[in-house]
């Protein structure tokens, strides 16, 4: 297991170089330039020139490339354009939200979809999978900023259940509505996927030879389905929550919530190539590690699977 | 055995996050760039005003900021040695008056004594201790301001006074025009009568500021630790969600019953970048005054109490680019793009009514302005077919539009494209961001492209002189590139002509020419609105717009 570890580690290097050098040439290449958006509309052009010397932007950027990989190896990401924060605290600073934002979300959309896919699958084609599945058709469908809205103006303004948006002093019923708005779409992925799965599943001669020795019903749907099925669930949630981690713009956007999607929106329209760097090095960093999480796992829900 | 494995993998990740979390707070103690430690004592009480905000200021260090989000927390933190009143006129503030010498180009400043620079920031002491303010801080802050490694992006709206060039050039290591002539007087020496010298010392990047403080924490950490003299002192920033600020028990300034101000114990801006939820979380009463009213719901914020709307010093137009075909030397096509569009249904119809047609450069209420001067570019296409035909496309011309992407200049620009097709206009759209869009403007690289200009203080020299001077065709402002050998004579000697009713008559002129010129297609002047909750009292919505506000005197009688 370790020395799989250490293979893959390994591995992601090349992946996540890649990826920086490919953001690194992007920022490059992308028409508009730093200096000149902090001096605003209307500039002196010296002024800019000097901006742009301090910012470094006047070196090849081959030169600029190597320097930003040299800072990055010992974690300094530079210092954003726009406010002169290290971008390492920059993000550190949106984490917790979005830390936060992500787990609730995930937990929800795992309590709601793993047990719709269970009963749709077992109860197929009956009210309750037609009543799962519309569910699920509906959630993967109705776009964020939709529900979004909905769900402010039901619980905040008509039923006043939630105080409002935003993080008020930091109490976690401002993350109530948020996390079940994110919660909805991957819920409603995993309670499609969790079908499928299973109805793959319990057509196994194993299933029927559990059947056979008289297990109880929920014995053979809850032990030897659900855990043989929940594979591609699990790949699907690694996946997910790794995109959750790396920031929703429209969630955060529309609850106020100072998450990392808003950061890397904001650097992005801002020409703030330090975040922009900065977030892309680590998102690619969560999405590896998120595969390796999720390939770990497979050994304990089928044990044929082994990595040593 | 995987089981075990795995579950212990999952334990480790949690106390990674964990980790990440307390590491976050601990760089913040290390920084100190985020918060103080301590809670400040505006939050938890009733008497602080609560407003939502649309986007993150990008720095609250005045040198250095030049956007509106940034200003209006500015204003609360810092002060200049002048102001402006309700109307725009220059009024004192930390100058109790000046003198100006007969040859317009000495200024004394007599400064108001008992000012103090803030005693904490942050919750935590300043340097400064909140010492008193003297002219040696005016001396030593224009001196930071203007000093060439400081590269503030406004340090060159001085460049008139006496040594500006020596002292960026480095040949000296001060500027000669500031000296202090005793503890309490100021004098600034400029090298021409510049006409609205005064404004331009309004603006807030010329704030006075703690040498010991800006030391301290140098340009990096300053924007993290403002300590100016305003009636509000810095408490704490969470980046993208909120800003707080607390009362100034120490404020030089009293009201007329010489009650101690501001009378609020703090202010607390939310970054709410979504309209439809500023507007939602002002319903519910969570804030007590928003940015910006959306649209859809206009109508409603009109009907309340505190709504309050004025035309703004500030114009909407596109560019045409003078130094490109085909609108180089072709006054008569440039004509024809203003005289066919409808100007009137575009603000009812795509704007809900909320702007005032343009027909020229100068907006309602800034020195110069005058409704009669001509051409007066009405709505007239018969006129515009003529003039097309003038300029040689009898047959129609096909022009591509580039504005920067926003929902607005896309249904302005939509709206604009139809008109234009009825006088043979056929004109295509293209958006890109606001960055790339001055990229290319800078360099006229674009020959039809939409701006717009919000005056930096409101003097006509802030709009003819700027935007269509030739001396600042590019980045400095006149992005079309237009160069007239009188108007340049004009706003040239309007700059230095002190006598008010001289200058008055000398913009008149230039604007003349400029609309018979017609480098832009003029479109609207701003209007600008505030909306409070009806229990906020004496907010009135200053003259340069209401992110100028400053909350000296403002009341929340719940």
Sequence with gaps: MLNYIIRRLIGAVPVILGVVAVVFILTTIVPGDPARLMVGQRGNPETIAKIRHEMGLDRPVMVQFVDFMKDALTFNLGRSYRNNMPVVQAILTRLPVTIKLAIFSMIIAVIIGVPLGIISAVKRYTWMDYSAMIFAILGISAPVFWVGLLAVVLFCKVLGWIPGTGLGNGELIYYVLPSIVLGVRPGALIARLTRSSMLETIRQDYIRTARAKGLAESIVIMKHALRNAMIPVVTVIGIETANLLSGVVVTEQIFSMPGLGRLSVEALLNRDFPVIRGTVLFMALLFVLANIIVDLSYPFFDPRIKYD | ?558
């Design chain 2, 1 to 558: 055995m995987h089981r075990k494995k795995f579950v212990l993998l999952i334990a480790l990740l949690f106390a990674v996050t964990t980790l990440a979390g307390c590491g976050q707070k601990a760089a913040r103690q290390r920084g100190g760039e985020q918060q103080s430690p301590q809670q400040p004592s505006a939050e938890g009480s009733e008497n602080i005003l609560r407003m939502a905000i649309m986007a993150n200021p990008r720095n609250l260090d005045p040198v250095f900021a030049t956007d509106t989000s940034s200003s209006r927390i500015i204003y609360q933190i810092f002060e200049t040695l002048v102001d402006y009143d309700k109307d725009g006129n220059v009024q004192p503030l930390l100058a109790e008056s000046w003198d100006v010498s007969p040859d317009k180009k000495t200024y004394t400043f007599h400064l108001r004594k008992g000012v103090h620079f803030h005693k904490t920031v942050a919750g935590e002491p300043t340097t400064n201790g909140g010492r008193e303010v003297t002219a040696d801080d005016w001396v030593w802050t224009f001196n930071y301001i203007l000093n060439p490694d400081t590269n503030s992006p406004r340090a060159y709206f001085l460049d008139m006074i006496k040594g500006y060039k020596d002292y960026q050039d480095k040949k000296t290591d001060h500027i000669a025009g500031i000296s202090k002539v005793d503890d309490y007087t100021l004098k600034i020496e400029i090298d021409y009568p510049f006409a609205p010298f005064l404004s331009v010392l309004a603006c807030n990047t010329f704030s006075v500021l703690p040498r010991e403080d800006v030391e301290k924490y140098g340009k990096e950490q300053f924007n993290f630790h403002p300590v100016g003299t305003g009636p509000f002192k810095f408490e704490k920033w969470i980046q993208d969600d909120k800003i707080v600020l607390s009362r100034n028990d120490n404020y030089w300034q009293k009201d007329k019953n010489g009650n101690q101000l501001p009378y609020l114990d703090g202010l607390e801006f939310r970054v709410i970048t979504d309209l439809a939820m500023e507007w939602t979380e002002f319903e519910l009463g969570n804030v007590d005054q928003i940015e910006e009213v959306a649209d859809p719901y206009y109508a409603e914020a009109k009907a309340k109490k505190g709504f309050q709307e004025t035309a703004e010093p500030a114009t909407y137009f596109y560019c045409f680019n003078l130094q490109k075909p085909p609108f180089k030397d072709n006054k008569a096509l440039r004509q024809a793009f203003n005289y066919a569009i409808d100007r009137k249904a575009l603000i009812d119809i795509v704007r809900n009514g909320r702007a005032l047609p343009a027909t020229g450069v100068l907006p309602p209420g800034i020195m110069g302005y005058d409704e009669n001067i001509q051409p007066k570019y009405t709505y007239d296409l018969e006129k515009a077919k003529a003039l097309l035909k003038e300029a040689g496309y009898p047959d129609g011309i096909k022009v591509e539009l580039v504005y920067n992407t926003s929902d607005t200049h896309k249904s302005i620009a939509e709206a604009l494209q139809a008109q234009l097709k009825n006088a043979g206009i056929d004109v295509s759209l293209k958006n890109i961001d606001w960055s790339a869009l001055l990229d290319a403007a800078d360099k006229m690289e674009i020959p039809f492209f939409r701006m717009g200009w919000t005056a930096d203080y409101p003097d006509p020299d802030n709009f003819l002189y700027v935007l269509l001077n030739s001396a600042n065709i590019g980045a400095r402002g006149n992005y079309s590139g237009f160069n007239n050998k009188k108007f340049d004579e004009l706003t040239n000697q309007a700059r230095i002509e002190i006598d008010q009713a001289k200058r008055t008559e000398l913009y008149k002129q230039a604007e003349a020419i400029a609309r018979e010129e017609a480098p832009w297609l003029f479109i609207y002047h701003y209007t600008d609105h505030m909306l409070v909750q009806d229990y906020v009292k004496n907010a009135v919505k200053p003259f340069m717009g209401e992110y100028t506000m400053k909350y000296t005197q403002v009341k929340l009688e719940k």
